[in-house]
């Protein structure tokens, strides 16, 4: 069974504060489930996220 992460555990993973988790899921940027009010999200799409926004070095 797959444990879903809450907006605090992804804001304390990434290092963000909560809105800015909220903010990126009301414009899409972030994959995640509403399961009523709530928001929840996998450790994979958090992971590919992070990597999709990786700058390379020059």
């Known amino acids: 069974m ?18 800015t988790i909220r903010y990126w899921c009301f414009t899409k940027k972030l994959r995640h489930y509403k399961i009523g009010r709530h928001l929840k999200f996998e450790q994979t799409d958090i992971d590919e996220f992070l990597e999709s926004n990786l700058v390379e070095r020059r």
């Open 2 to 19: 797959k444990r879903l992460l809450s907006v605090d555990d992804v804001a304390e993973y990434l290092g963000v504060p909560k809105g």
